[in-house]
């Protein structure tokens, strides 16, 4: 059965199908003007793409001759871009994009690409920015309470993007909007409730935690130094950042409470706390 159609700027009519296969995407279909179809991208079949099977997919037009798409299946996912016949242009795949946890929605800003979704690893959403080579340009992460559900996202007329969600609580309802500039700066967030957002370009998790502390760092802000120090304010562990995921081990430091601060371009660009159980 169908989930959804489009039409890209040259009339083209496009279509997007469910088969019965654990309720995965099974085909992009491409139409005459009688609505017959002409050419069909079978997911299942097509060497081309690492998962098959995809939970959900996602296509936006970029020009008359070609189309962006998102596909994931759980945790593995895909995104890039296909000419009018089905033929792949750019490709990235969860190898490249592994910060993202599960990417929920692609939007198109100017001369850009925002994909925005939930990460498994603290409670919030995750949003990069890639140009329209697949590039990624930069990231943020948006630290929010658990009840956070993710509906959409918008490029803006500026270059930037908006995000809403909608708060769900038993007996509470509420709804966020937050804006970003075409650089990811002067985040804006407008909610029902005053409820802690935070937008960040650095997490440090689990915390508590034990022995590992594991460190996401935005593309942009990668070169830095970070430092914890214990609470009266002596520097016990500090390491060089040049990676987006960096493993820290902690095992050897006592159980307690530890300021964190991170350092770019010898300023202070992150902070916070970390608790050793």
């Known amino acids: 059965f169908f989930q959804d159609f489009f039409v890209i700027p040259n009339g083209e009519i496009y279509s997007i199908a469910y088969g019965h296969v654990e309720g995965a995407v099974t085909s992009l279909n491409k139409h005459n003007r009688t609505l017959e179809v002409v050419k069909i991208l079978d997911f299942f079949n097509s060497p081309e793409f690492l998962y098959e099977a995809p939970r959900k997919i996602e296509i936006k037009p970029l020009s008359d001759s070609t189309l962006l798409f998102l596909r994931h299946h759980y945790d593995k996912m895909e995104i890039g871009v296909i000419d009018t016949a089905f033929n ?4 990235i795949t969860k190898t490249t994009i592994e910060g993202s946890g599960k990417v929920n929605t692609l939007s198109l800003g100017i001369n850009s690409i925002y994909a925005i979704g939930y990460t498994g690893n603290f409670s919030g ?3 990069q920015k890639y140009n329209m080579g697949l590039s990624l340009i930069w990231e943020k992460f948006i630290e929010t309470p658990d009840l956070w559900l993710l509906q959409s ?25 937050m804006k970003f500039d075409a650089d990811g700066n002067n985040p804006l967030t407008t909610t029902t409730e005053n409820l802690g957002i935070k937008a960040s370009e650095q997490i440090l998790y689990p915390n508590p935690g034990s022995r590992e502390l594991h460190v996401k760092t935005a593309v942009q802000k990668l070169g830095g130094k970070l430092v914890l120090a214990d609470m009266a304010g002596k520097a016990v562990l500090q390491t060089a950042i040049s990676q987006r995921e960096t493993t820290l081990n902690t095992e050897k430091l006592p159980s307690g409470v530890y300021f964190t601060t991170y350092f770019y ?5 992150e902070s916070g706390k970390w608790v050793k159980e």
Not at 156 to 166: L, S, V, Y
């Open 88 to 91: 792949i242009q750019n490709y």
């Open 125 to 127: 959403y995750h949003i």
């Open 153 to 177: 996202s918008k490029g803006t007329f500026d270059g930037g993007c908006m995000i809403t969600a909608r708060y769900i609580a038993s007996n509470e309802d509420g709804i966020m909007f």
């Open 265 to 269: 371009q010898d300023k202070i660009v």
